[in-house]
């Protein structure tokens, strides 16, 4: 199963993170499938590529719970359900 999911980066106590596509058996900080995003919780910076973030949850990845709140806050469910409606 594809899963979106944080990748980990930068130095110690200044992470910030990636999202990811990957494979769901696949280790953290594996090779993704594709990047889709950046977060930095330090300032709440949040970048979406939300087409490509779209298409795969049309394609059925699952998001974990902390990426799912952050596109909560970005009203990227609303997007999803938009384009399931238009593509009926």
């Not at 110690?12 to 977060?39: M, Q, T, V, W």
């Amino acid at each position: 199963m594809i899963k979106l999911r944080l990748k980990r980066y930068g130095k110690k106590r200044e992470a910030s993170y990636r999202i990811i596509a990957i494979n769901s058996l696949s280790r953290r900080d594996g090779r993704p499938l594709e990047e889709l995003g950046f977060y930095n919780p330090r300032t709440d910076e949040v970048r979406l590529d939300v087409p490509g973030i779209v298409k795969r949850l049309q394609q059925g990845a699952q998001p974990t719970d902390t990426v799912r709140r952050i596109l909560v806050k970005a009203n990227v469910f609303e997007q999803v359900s938009a384009t399931a409606t238009a593509a009926s």
